[in-house]
């Protein structure tokens, strides 16, 4: 079990590009998850998919944000014309849907957007 | 709306002592699942302890307890005999499962554990 990875660990991008983060989840797990988490907060919600399909999405995923996950393993996460308030860092997790649906995290991807 | 409360955001402990985080949520749902993970700098986020709503046994896991009140919506973490390495930040977290999968967090809570 090589656990959830993610790439790149860190990105600096000036405001207004595109950027685009990859996840990799548990190989057994058909759920996969976004979160976003600022400086000293707890993660919030963006969006999860089951298998390909992405099943929920929360109002803090604007218009310039996408999430595939196009044969239902790996996922990426693309945020066009970046603004400052992007700055973060974006997490992911996975899970096997049975019963306590524990998701297991990733070590994150930290936006900078200058 | 789900919500989950940190009331404590910063605590210390001696090393050996023990400490309990405390932890509230509010939700109209019966069909839910309370978590607590740990955050150390800089490092990824690690499930610690989970418990079943429908379950009245609190949960064990080595040094770390919790002491789940139903009806009160508390959900406290109790770690004894605390080590160097829980230095942390210690989020709670709920997941409703009639209300879609996703997680939600409390604040967050900064542990501190002294030498």
Redesign the interface.
């Known amino acids: 079990d090589t656990g959830v990875s993610q790439d790149p660990r860190h990105k600096i991008t000036k405001r207004g590009q595109n950027v685009t983060f990859r996840c990799d989840p548990i190989s057994e797990h058909n759920r996969l998850y976004w979160y976003r988490q600022t400086l000293g907060q707890g993660p919030e919600f963006l969006t999860y998919f089951q298998n390909e399909a992405q099943l929920e999405k929360s109002r803090l995923l604007s218009d310039r944000f996408s999430a595939e996950r196009p044969k239902g393993s790996f996922s990426t996460l693309e945020i066009q014309r970046t603004e400052q308030g992007d700055s973060a860092m974006y997490l992911c997790a996975s899970s096997f849907n049975r019963g306590a649906d524990t998701q297991y995290f990733g070590p994150g991807t930290r936006l900078t957007v200058l | 709306a789900q919500t ?1 409360t940190q009331s404590q955001p910063e605590m210390s402990v001696q090393e050996a002592e023990t400490v309990t985080l405390s932890c509230t949520y509010d939700t109209s749902e019966s069909n839910y ?1 309370l ?1 607590w ?1 740990k955050q150390p700098p800089s ?5 610690v302890i ?1 418990q ?1 709503a429908y379950k009245q046994q609190n949960a064990t896991e080595n040094r770390f307890s919790v002491n789940f009140q139903k009806a009160a919506k508390s959900f406290s973490l109790k770690i004894s005999d605390s080590q160097l390495g829980d230095t942390a930040m210690y ?1 709670c ?1 709920s ?1 409703f ?1 009639n209300a ?9 809570t900064r542990l501190m554990v002294k030498p």
């Open positions: 989950v699942y978590f993970y490092r990824q986020m690690i499930l989970r079943e989020f977290a997941l499962k879609g999968n996703m997680l939600t967090f409390g604040g967050g």
